[in-house]
């Protein structure tokens, strides 16, 4: 039974095009997913952080 999540194309050519969503995620190691997951929700808090003081500062005036 031919696999069909690659293409023809992709293996002829040594895989490097037309790979599946699931083959190029088995690549991205595990603590780079978290340490981006990590910056991502530290991220949003510090800038709700902010605009929570923007929104007080607004307001006393």
Known sequence: M???RTSDHA???GGRTGRSLASVTERIPR???IRLVVYLVV???F???LWL???LGAESQ
């Open 53 to 55: 003081l923007f929104a």
């Open 2 to 4: 031919p696999d069909h």
């Open 43 to 45: 991220g949003h808090v």
């Open 31 to 33: 603590g780079l997913v």
């Open 47 to 49: 800038a709700g952080f």
């Open 11 to 13: 293996r002829q050519d």
